[in-house]
């Protein structure tokens, strides 16, 4: 009996656990249905996260990849979704912390925080003025920020994804809106 | 600027912020697939070699069932003997055509007759059963008459695929590979329960742009026929 057989039944519609049963069983079209259901939304959240193109398309691979791996350990205790988005978000944060520390050993002097963005300090337009405002938040201010106001995630989601409370990320979205605000009001006053 | 205007304009400027190119989904896939399951079989890219697709191609006829080994030969037997019909009256091996790449299914401006009546002959069916499909997933109960014809299909675009008309014309080749894997995802649905699936299918059907491709193919391998 394939091992999904032990999903529970509330979190994993019939059909997605048919098909991870399938991928559990070596179906390579089941995986391909499972890739392309989900494939589009988390690259679009990985790109948020990492800003390059060839680091999303890696990291949304070696998402897919680690979580076809571990599906075997998947329990239905939370959606699909949400434990491949939960994959996604820890190899993104730790594939852009390493290329990080790659290239601060490579050019010390690089201050930039955001990966593959230019810096928009010389730029005044609110759109770049915004932009560096959210490449200086802390990470998990900004992931919460980019998950609930950009992608649409709702607080609930983003606490499944990030292993937190419902109440943190509300707090953490506060706290992202409220540095934003800071930022544009020096903006406006200029 | 008051409050609302900030808030309207920061609303604006956070949709900007690191917009995603499209998700190159093919190309991703095939990593994973590489790196999950090992070496694909069913790709619907057109970078596989041709030599190593025929290699798989033989791996999946011998694990086929004897009904459908019957129905594999049947049809192997038809192409082979149009391919040596066509290369004996015409006396040259089918040639590409240089410069068309693009704008035509180059491999029938060449010597390939005897395969473009079975050709197009499937690619007709493959339409019309293509064309049924959203009627299927509003019903959400794909018949085994359906299930079984997309089998059939199936068997006879991996024989396509490793003819030398595929081999010759990128184009064609690639339409065979994206309908291999339509037709492999149609014949293994499970009959009254694939309203999920069907939907799933449709959908990449249309991202790909497959019927289109297909009624241009079908077209295009007609006048090809009729000059």
């Given at each position: 009996m394939p091992r999904a057989a032990t999903l529970r039944d509330e979190s994993v519609p019939p059909d997605e656990r048919a098909l991870i049963a399938r991928v559990l069983d070596g179906d390579r079209v089941a995986g391909r249905q499972l890739y392309e259901a989900h494939a589009p939304r988390v690259h679009r959240l990985v790109y948020r996260l990492c800003g390059d193109a060839e680091l999303a398309q890696d990291f949304t691979q070696d998402a897919f990849v680690r979580a076809f791996d571990q599906l075997g350990n998947f329990r239905g205790e939370a959606a699909f979704g949400t434990w491949l988005h939960r994959i996604a978000v820890t190899v993104t944060l730790n594939g852009m912390r390493k290329v990080r520390r790659l290239r601060e050993r490579e050019t010390p002097l690089d201050d930039d925080p955001g990966l593959g963005t230019v810096s928009h300090r010389a730029d005044p337009d609110l759109r770049s003025r915004i932009a560096a405002a959210i490449d200086a938040l802390p990470e998990g201010t900004r992931l919460t920020l980019i998950m609930h106001d950009i992608e649409g995630y709702t607080h609930a989601e983003i606490a499944e994804s990030l292993g937190i409370a419902e109440g943190t990320s509300k707090s953490r979205l506060f706290d992202?809106?409220?540095?934003?605000?800071?930022?544009?009001?020096a903006f406006v006053k200029e | 600027?008051?409050?609302?205007?900030?808030?309207?304009?920061?609303?604006?400027?956070?949709?900007?912020?690191?917009?995603?190119?499209?998700?190159?989904?093919?190309?991703?896939?095939?990593?994973?697939?590489?790196r999950h399951f090992g070496s694909p079989v069913v790709a619907i890219s057109s970078r596989?070699?041709?030599?190593?697709?025929?290699?798989?191609?033989?791996?999946r006829r011998r694990l086929g069932s004897p009904t459908w080994a019957i129905v594999l030969a049947a049809v192997a037997a038809s192409l082979l003997i149009g391919?040596?019909?066509?290369?004996?009256?015409?006396?040259?091996?089918?040639?590409?055509?240089?410069?068309?790449?693009?704008?035509t299914y180059d491999y029938w401006t060449a010597n390939a007759e005897p395969y473009r009546d079975a050709t197009t002959e499937y690619l007709g069916q493959t339409a019309a059963l293509l064309t049924a499909l959203p009627a299927a997933a509003r019903d959400g109960r794909p018949d085994?008459?359906?299930?079984?014809?997309?089998?059939?299909?199936l068997s006879t675009t991996r024989l396509l695929l490793d003819s030398p008309a595929a081999a010759s014309d990128a184009r064609l080749k690639t339409l065979l590979e994206d309908l291999e894997l339509v037709l492999a995802?149609?014949?293994?649905?499970?009959?009254?329960?694939?309203?999920?699936?069907?939907?799933?299918i449709t959908e990449a059907l249309e991202r790909r742009d497959v019927v289109p491709r297909l009624r241009s193919a079908v077209v295009s391998i007609s006048s090809d026929d009729d000059n």
């Open positions: 992202a809106r409220g540095r934003l605000r800071q930022a544009l009001a | 600027m008051t409050d609302d205007e900030l808030d309207e304009r920061t609303r604006e400027a956070l949709r900007g912020y690191r917009v995603p190119p499209p998700p190159p989904l093919d190309e991703m896939w095939d990593a994973i697939e590489e596989t070699p041709v030599a190593e697709r025929s290699d798989r191609a033989g791996r391919v040596a019909v066509g290369r004996m009256s015409r006396g040259v091996a089918p040639q590409f055509v240089d410069g068309t790449r693009e704008g085994a008459r359906f299930v079984g014809q997309a089998s059939e299909l995802q149609l014949s293994r649905l499970p009959e009254g329960n694939g309203g999920a699936e069907i939907h799933l």
